[in-house]
């Protein structure tokens, strides 16, 4: 039995929380599993460090930001070992690099390209448990890169995809992924199971635990993930190719963070779409949904939302292209959500977003627009009936009482 | 023009230090020099990091320590790179592992081996100002180690032999070698050159900026060494084989930290010496002065001096072993100063013993205990005499008018 656990920084941001999460690596080498263990800097360390930076350097070199913090992990996984000996668990910190972590020459967010075991196999088979630096690997030229968001949890599936590892978990200040954000949904519950897929739709809307590079990479690999929290006894969730709980819908998920932009009366020739998107693009404007219509004349309405922060950047773009684009007028909606739910199961029930539709309209919401794929419905809603929507999707689907709606079977 | 420069922690302690030393930095590769530069960890950070660790162990591995330690240089190397390039110079940090220095297996206190510069000649080529992590290097396993007290000059001297430079510069916050302890010695002078040797007597007695470890490897490899301050645009000492300045005394040093214990009585047969020393090192204690003189009844009498913490330990070990050594009785003096004066020029001057002794003589100070070397009279005297005897033997070979002396040439 192989493991890779993964804690993250504030699960070892100071000195009891270092032996908290010692104690736990040790109750699981009790069981005779073989472990290797990726950390996170300590704390606020990484932005006590860029803030360094910043005081010498407003824009600091990447390849130089990347030397700098990756001094962070390097220090948690020296502490860690000092704590595991203190505790009598055999133990050895490795860098990025002593890892075998070779990743491209990207600076501050570098992919792994490779991992070269050789040293971390030979330290397992002294019988110590190998305390890895995550977030970092080292170049072909040898430099030091870091991975960029997530890192860490990256760094801890690909070390479990290299090594072939049973399991790999990854520890964190949540117990779990939950159906919703449990702060808006007062039935959210934890999911014991979930798929890739479902677990990356959850993760774009922002309601996930995991960044999803690192679930991509689990996928990829076909790496069973838990995720689970560190300062709790919980059982976590479980993210693997097939979800066991078979249900329907997985989680709901909320984003205020959308804006509206409608084009309207835009000739209908071919072409159009590539001149508005594109016009966009090239300001580095990301779409998230887009929407056709017909309008009036013939002519077309396009619909489309961005990030709040990307409204008055998109407007202006579409302003200066007017005549390019060749449209009537736009307008805007600043305060709107999109409420997605999400689930495996919806592939082969035609019926869910139906139903989905007549909970909201049972509960007076208004729907602006939609979108759908293979596992997820998302509707554009008012901002004001976020949360209420949020509430009653969830009750709707996933209340206990409905957890095997016959309905869809 | 190859140079080698360090500054050292204090140098670099805070973001306007760091600048500032970038700044010296940027001058000397306007003069077209190609540079290295190694650097201490900032200020108290090896302290902090030290404490963070005896938190979670009261006696952590060395090998963590070191791991955990060699953060604190990096990213000195780190911040160092993005202040110069702020101002316009290419530079690149480089950790030890990087930078190609080898080292010994022995954690914490760790010799190096060799260094293969092939990464800094080409960083060198390229143009760059290269900075490299001092006080570490990687062991055959791929480990880090430490290389223990003065280690940034070493590392700054070890480069500079690797890399044939012209010059070795070391910054510090003093701004040279001075021929006594400005703050007992009123008439002390900064000296503008001292052979390897006279600054190997010098720092042993604890008046030395510089590590002995550093100056032996410069004496090794015939590295000039130049000592100058990072605040001041002072000239330094330069250290080399030959000093140019030859006068005959370079300086005055007094060591407080001695104890005298006196073993009376010992009987006058071979192999005594040999018991009474070998006991003291069995318990790992250092002796500084010997001296065997002939006692009452063809008996001998040994005096000694130790560290004053190894006083309490030297007393026990020796009445212990008072059967076996076989010997009247012990005094001892806890409170006794060594006065030296060294200087090459001394060899070849054989009046200059006795003219030390003139002087204090003159001055009513009372000589315990005398010990010679080539170039350098160590007299024992009491603790209160010192600082007094210390000017009056300064003023006597150092004072400005004093400087050629007739009398000895």
Sequence with gaps: MLIVQKFGGSSVANADRVKNVAARI??????????????????????????????????????????????????????????LHEIGVQAVSLNGDQAGIKASATHSNARINRISPERIVNELNQGRV?????????????DVTTLGRGGSDTTAVALAAALDADLCEIYTDVDGVYTADPRVVKNARKISAITYDEM????????????????ELAKKF?????????????????????????????????????????????????????????????EKISIDII????????????????????????????????????????????????????????????????????ALYNGAVNINMISTSEIKISVLIDEKDA??????????FLSKENLNLEIFA
């Design 200 to 215: 990356l739709e959850l993760a774009s809307m922002g309601a996930g635990v995991l960044h999803n590079r690192s679930v």
């Design 291 to 358: 929407l056709q219509s017909v309008g009036r004349d013939g002519a077309k309405d396009i619909s489309f939302t961005v990030s709040r922060k990307d409204l008055p950047a998109a407007l202006e773009t579409l302003a200066k292209n007017k005549e390019r684009i060749d449209y009537d007028r736009l307008t805007h909606e600043p305060k709107i959500a999109k409420l997605s739910i999400v689930g495996a199961g919806m592939e082969s029930n035609p019926g869910v977003a139906a139903n989905m539709f007549e």
């Design 130 to 142: 190998v305390l890895v630096a995550g977030f970092q690997g080292i170049n072909r030229y040898g």
């Design 26 to 83: 040790a109750e699981s080498a009790k069981t005779g599993a073989r472990l290797v263990v990726a950390l996170s800097a300590q704390g606020d360390t990484t932005d006590e460090l860029i803030a360094k930076a910043q005081e010498i350097s407003p824009k600091p070199s990447k390849r130089e930001i990347d030397m700098l913090l990756a001094t962070g992990e390097q220090q948690s996984v020296a502490l860690m070992a000092m704590a």
């Design 222 to 282: 076909d790496i069973s993930l838990v995720v689970r929290s560190s300062m709790t006894r919980e059982e976590g969730t479980l993210i693997r190719k097939d979800s066991i709980e078979r249900t329907l819908i997985t989680g709901v998920a909320i984003d205020k963070d959308a804006a509206l932009i409608s084009i309207i009366g835009v000739e209908n020739a071919p072409g159009m779409a590539y001149r508005v998107f594109g016009a966009l693009a090239a």
């Design 387 to 396: 949360e209420r929507a949020a509430n009653i999707v969830h009750d709707h």
